[in-house]
């Protein structure tokens, strides 16, 4: 579906395209300070992003020798992706399939239920603009404050402001582009190698990498990377309708605007409150708009002016469109005043949660939780891999007999060391040899695993001189545990002389 819009208002039609330029300059945006409920919500959530962001390298689980002690780690040496009980082998990738679905299926189902709730609290972009802007307001001042700093000439003061705060801002994004590499190679192990100059070059160029864009979308580009830059907000109204809970301006109340002490006229004060606290600069009585990422702020700065105007708050509030429309055919006989506000409020519905997009939502996401629980419980601990060489594709042997080379690679993901037997399955007659591998007493080669590791071993399968194959034979390599059941098999294929 299209862009949701308030039934009360619609932005205004646009201009034609052949008067509007190709091009306008950026008109800077001076979020003011509010506090509220919402505020505080953010608040909160920004410091569990940040405290997680910056402190999980740091968490040590123990695996054992020669293994990483860290909860969370991309090993790249090792091949691995380790969180906490869990290690992940690169031909595992399926998993990040699955958690990748997974986000994608709770964004969207988190947006039909409650709008840009992603884009308003939990974002990074929306949660480092925020750290960014705290630390401007603290050296520069609020709105007012910065919007005449602006406007003063190069001073001593304004020079003064201006480093402190870009110091700041690169000490944060220096520290975000630290913490990112630390997700990549033990941090314990990384952070003395990286402050003497003897990290690896990967983790110089991706911390300035890191570094850079932190710099400069948190603080310099801003709404821009919202507006412009994330196509999140092309499409994310197809997850919307109107049971979705957005940040809506309850025109019925408000309108006609006017001011505090006149007479016949709607709540609204007309103060440009909402619009003062907006990171992206809208004005929220104008409907529902791409640029709004759902913050909420705007209720908070409403409620504000409200609550000193001894008027009942939720001018602007988290709200359906269903209990919008509702609640203004509700109030539309009634003359501005409580009693249209009572008639309005009574018409509300509690939030539908439960209705067949969130239902098709809800079952996607436990189809792909039990497939991935499935494929977890299945997981096998031990794997063949058996590459056939290919130049040359046989060897004739002095006998007369034929000779195919191969190289088996055998992964264990436990912690033990395991002991299989190696059983070919084929025609009757071919004789298998491993280098380098003991004997059991029935004459089976042995092969010995390594923890959490791979070991590689060279087989060579023979057939004898007047043994009559095919030019191509499939056979079968399988690992046999001590109590003679086969724990993994392998199919490849043994190839001769056409007959």
Same mark, same amino acid.
């Given at each position: 579906?299209?862009?949701?819009?308030?039934?009360?208002?619609?932005?205004?039609?646009?201009?034609?395209?052949?008067?509007?330029?190709?091009?306008?300059?950026?008109?800077?945006?001076?979020?003011?300070?509010?506090?509220?409920?919402?505020?505080?919500?953010?608040?909160?959530?920004?410091?569990?992003?940040?405290?997680?962001?910056?402190?999980?390298?740091?968490?040590?689980?123990?695996?054992?020798?020669?293994?990483?002690?860290?909860?969370?780690?991309?090993?790249?040496?090792?091949?691995?992706?380790?969180?906490?009980?869990?290690?992940?082998?690169?031909?595992?990738?399926?998993?990040?399939?699955?958690?990748?679905?997974?986000?994608?299926?709770?964004?969207?189902?988190?947006?039909?239920?409650?709008?840009?709730?992603?884009?308003?609290?939990?974002?990074?972009?929306?949660?480092?603009?925020?750290? *960014?802007?705290?630390?401007?307001?603290?050296?520069?001042?609020?709105?007012?404050?910065?919007?005449?700093?602006?406007?003063?000439?190069?001073?001593?003061?304004?020079?003064?402001?201006?480093?402190?705060?870009?110091?700041?801002?690169?000490?944060?994004?220096?520290?975000?582009?630290?913490?990112?590499?630390?997700?990549?190679?033990?941090?314990?192990? /990384?952070?003395?190698?990286?402050?003497?100059?003897?990290?690896?070059?990967?983790?110089?160029?991706?911390?300035?990498?890191?570094?850079?864009?932190?710099?400069?979308?948190?603080?310099?580009?801003?709404?821009?990377?919202?507006?412009?830059?994330?196509?999140?907000?092309? *499409?994310?109204?197809?997850?919307?309708?109107?049971?979705?809970?957005?940040?809506?301006?309850?025109?019925?109340?408000?309108?006609?605007?006017?001011?505090?002490?006149?007479?016949?006229?709607?709540?609204?004060?007309?103060?440009?409150?909402?619009?003062?606290?907006?990171?992206?600069?809208?004005?929220?009585?104008?409907?529902?708009?791409?640029?709004?990422?759902?913050?909420?702020?705007?209720?908070?700065?409403?409620?504000?002016?409200?609550?000193?105007?001894?008027?009942?708050?939720?001018?602007?509030?988290?709200?359906?469109?269903?209990?919008?429309?509702?609640?203004?055919?509700?109030?539309?006989?009634?003359?501005?005043?409580?009693?249209?506000?009572?008639?309005?409020?009574?018409?509300?519905?509690?939030?539908?949660?439960?209705?067949?997009?969130? /239902?098709?939502?809800?079952?996607?996401?436990?189809?792909?939780?039990?497939?991935?629980?499935?494929?977890?419980?299945?997981?096998?601990?031990?794997? /063949?891999?058996?590459?056939?060489?290919?130049?040359?594709?046989?060897?004739?042997?002095?006998?007369?007999?034929?000779?195919?080379?191969?190289?088996?690679?055998?992964?264990?993901?436990?912690?033990?060391?395991?002991?299989?037997?190696?059983?070919?399955?084929?025609?009757?007659?071919?004789?298998?040899?491993?280098?380098?591998?003991?004997?059991?007493?029935?004459?089976?080669?042995?092969?010995?695993?390594?923890?959490?590791?791979?070991?590689?071993?060279?087989?060579?399968?023979?057939?004898?001189?007047?043994?009559?194959?095919?030019?191509?034979?499939?056979?079968? *390599?399988?690992?046999?545990?001590?109590?003679?059941?086969?724990?993994?098999?392998?199919?490849?294929?043994?190839?001769?002389?056409?007959?």
């Amino acid at each position: 579906m299209g862009e949701v819009k308030s039934p009360e208002r619609t932005r205004p039609e646009a201009a034609p395209a052949s008067a509007a330029p190709l091009y306008a300059s950026r008109q800077k945006v001076y979020p003011k300070a509010v506090r509220g409920r919402v505020r505080l919500a953010k608040w909160l959530i920004l410091a569990l992003c940040l405290g997680l962001y910056y402190t999980v390298p740091l968490i040590r689980w123990d695996r054992g020798p020669d293994l990483p002690n860290q909860a969370v780690l991309v090993d790249l040496s090792h091949g691995r992706l380790f969180f906490f009980w869990f290690e992940i082998w690169p031909q595992e990738v399926y998993y990040l399939t699955g958690l990748l679905m997974l986000g994608a299926i709770g964004l969207f189902a988190a947006t039909s239920l409650f709008g840009r709730v992603w884009c308003g609290f939990a974002c990074p972009q929306t949660v480092w603009t925020d750290l *960014f802007m705290l630390v401007e307001r603290r050296i520069q001042g609020d709105r007012n404050a910065r919007m005449k700093l602006d406007l003063q000439p190069w001073t001593g003061e304004w020079l003064r402001k201006k480093a402190l705060t870009h110091a700041v801002w690169l000490g944060i994004a220096m520290a975000t582009g630290g913490a990112w590499i630390m997700y990549f190679d033990d941090a314990l192990d /990384l952070t003395p190698r990286f402050f003497t100059g003897r990290a690896s070059l990967e983790n110089y160029v991706f911390f300035g990498l890191f570094t850079a864009t932190t710099y400069l979308l948190a603080g310099w580009a801003r709404e821009q990377v919202c507006t412009y830059m994330c196509p999140w907000p092309r *499409f994310q109204a197809a997850m919307l309708d109107e049971n979705s809970l957005v940040v809506t301006y309850r025109a019925w109340r408000g309108e006609p605007r006017g001011k505090a002490k006149a007479q016949g006229i709607g709540d609204c004060v007309d103060c440009r409150a909402c619009v003062h606290v907006c990171p992206t600069g809208i004005d929220i009585r104008d409907g529902q708009q791409m640029e709004c990422i759902g913050c909420g702020l705007c209720i908070d700065a409403c409620d504000d002016v409200m609550g000193r105007l001894g008027r009942p708050q939720g001018l602007v509030a988290f709200e359906t469109l269903v209990n919008l429309a509702a609640s203004e055919a509700a109030a539309k006989p009634v003359a501005p005043g409580p009693q249209r506000q009572a008639c309005g409020m009574q018409a509300r519905k509690p939030l539908r949660i439960l209705r067949p997009r969130t /239902l098709v939502y809800a079952g996607v996401l436990g189809l792909v939780v039990a497939v991935m629980a499935g494929a977890w419980l299945l997981r096998e601990t031990t794997s /063949l891999a058996v590459i056939r060489d290919r130049a040359p594709i046989f060897v004739r042997l002095a006998d007369g007999g034929t000779r195919n080379a191969y190289t088996l690679k055998v992964g264990d993901k436990t912690r033990g060391i395991e002991t299989y037997s190696l059983v070919l399955d084929g025609p009757a007659g071919l004789q298998m040899t491993v280098q380098d591998a003991e004997y059991d007493p029935a004459g089976q080669p042995v092969l010995f695993t390594r923890p959490d590791g791979i070991t590689q071993w060279r087989v060579l399968v023979a057939a004898p001189r007047g043994l009559r194959l095919p030019e191509s034979v499939p056979v079968t *390599f399988r690992l046999v545990d001590a109590r003679g059941h086969t724990e993994v098999r392998t199919a490849s294929v043994f190839l001769g002389p056409k007959p």
